[in-house]
């Protein structure tokens, strides 16, 4: 006599291989997409921190005289270091230069506000698709920045940050000024310069 399975045992095993795998991938797929967010954040930041070195060391120490100093200099001097592909002088939403954006309800910092980033500030794409959004171009070096562009979530604090030069510490700040972070608890949680302990975001 031959052994093998009947068609009811097939289907059976085939139910339940499809019932495991449909519970497992989404865990999957989040695990890849969060391995994916990791280093577009350490690329940004590994980018962004050797644009700014650069600069450092071609101005010396004019940047530590006092806050505010050479501000206006240094955001030129960054996105000029950058490899930008297309600037958006004003309407970023409308010509397709920054998506629409989860948590930008913003009250204190005007120029990070909806409206300002949708409709009156300038937006950098660079060449690896990441969106640069300054807060005032010709006062204090602070940005938003687009870890992964116009591709999902968009959401402040998981692919959208707050960049500010610290003069005092002659180093890039992931956390900026605190724009994204207003309210008690704070409403975005994470930042770049937490992406070596990013898996306890």
Same mark, same amino acid.
């Given at each position: *006599? +031959?052994?093998?399975? !009947?068609?009811?045992?097939?289907?059976? !095993?085939?139910?339940?291989?499809?019932?495991?795998? %449909? *519970?497992t991938l989404p865990v999957?797929?989040?695990?890849?997409?969060?391995?994916?967010?990791?280093?577009?954040?350490?690329?940004?930041?590994?980018?962004?921190?050797?644009?700014?070195?650069?600069? *450092?060391?071609?101005?010396?120490?004019?940047?530590?005289?006092?806050?505010?100093?050479?501000?206006?200099?240094?955001?030129?001097?960054?996105?000029?270091?950058?490899?930008?592909? $297309? +600037?958006?002088?004003?309407?970023?939403?409308?010509?397709?230069?920054?998506?629409?954006? !989860?948590?930008?309800?913003? !009250?204190?910092?005007?120029?990070?506000?909806?409206? %300002?980033?949708?409709?009156?500030?300038? %937006?950098?794409?660079?060449?690896?698709?990441?969106?640069?959004? &300054?807060?005032?171009?010709?006062? $204090?070096?602070?940005?938003?920045?687009?870890?992964n562009g116009l591709k999902g &979530?968009?959401? %402040?604090?998981?692919?959208?940050?707050?960049?500010?030069?610290?003069?005092?510490?002659? $180093?890039?700040?992931?956390?900026?000024?605190?724009?994204?972070?207003?309210?008690? &608890? &704070?409403?975005?949680?994470?930042?770049?310069?937490?992406?070596?302990?990013?898996?306890?975001?």
């Amino acid at each position: *006599m +031959k052994k093998a399975f !009947t068609l009811a045992e097939v289907l059976i !095993t085939l139910g339940i291989i499809g019932v495991v795998a %449909a *519970m497992t991938l989404p865990v999957l797929t989040q695990k890849v997409e969060k391995a994916i967010l990791k280093n577009q954040i350490k690329k940004a930041y590994s980018t962004l921190s050797q644009v700014q070195q650069k600069i *450092m060391f071609e101005w010396g120490d004019a940047l530590s005289i006092s806050e505010g100093f050479g501000y206006k200099e240094f955001n030129s001097a960054m996105i000029e270091s950058m490899k930008i592909i $297309r +600037k958006c002088e004003k309407n970023s939403l409308a010509q397709g230069c920054v998506p629409k954006y !989860t948590g930008l309800n913003i !009250t204190q910092c005007f120029g990070f506000s909806e409206n %300002a980033v949708y409709n009156t500030q300038p %937006a950098y794409i660079l060449s690896d698709g990441e969106i640069i959004i &300054p807060y005032n171009e010709d006062w $204090r070096s602070l940005w938003l920045i687009d870890v992964n562009g116009l591709k999902g &979530p968009n959401k %402040a604090g998981y692919d959208l940050f707050e960049v500010a030069f610290d003069s005092l510490d002659k $180093r890039l700040e992931f956390r900026g000024k605190s724009c994204l972070n207003q309210g008690n &608890p &704070p409403p975005v949680q994470g930042g770049l310069d937490d992406y070596k302990d990013i898996d306890n975001w």
